[in-house]
């Protein structure tokens, strides 16, 4: 939603982030699914179990520029420690490969997170 309804001076940067994110998110969630297919368990896959478990709030009617990227920075932020308890569950399990994906992850989103904080300032 946040992409559809930017509005004001940054609209033509944030719409096209936005959309670059949920792109990105949707790959990743992909990645995801196949590795815990990989491992042996099968991935939650319903809207309805989506919404039941999510621990991320929804963000209605934002359309402004602070307002979305508040937003999404926080996610951004909630997202990240959840991968590094995915990442230390992981390394403790000693599985590489779990570990090598939520490392990467991990990396490309801190990396957003400080773009997103430097633009903020």
Known sequence: GLHWNIKGKQFFVLHEKFEELY???????????ERIL?????PVHTY????????????KN?????????????????????QREILAAADE???????????????????LVWMFVSMME
């Open 23 to 33: 792109d990105d998110l949707f790959e990743k969630i992909d990645d995801i699914a």
């Open 38 to 42: 990989t491992i042996g368990e099968a």
């Open 48 to 59: 309805s179990d989506y919404i039941e478990m999510a621990d991320i709030k929804e963000a």
């Open 62 to 82: 934002i359309s402004d520029a602070e307002g979305s990227m508040k937003v999404v920075l926080d996610n951004m932020k909630h997202v990240l420690n959840r």
């Open 93 to 111: 399990a000693g599985d590489q490969g779990t570990n090598d994906l939520m490392a990467g992850f991990i990396a490309e989103q801190e990396k």
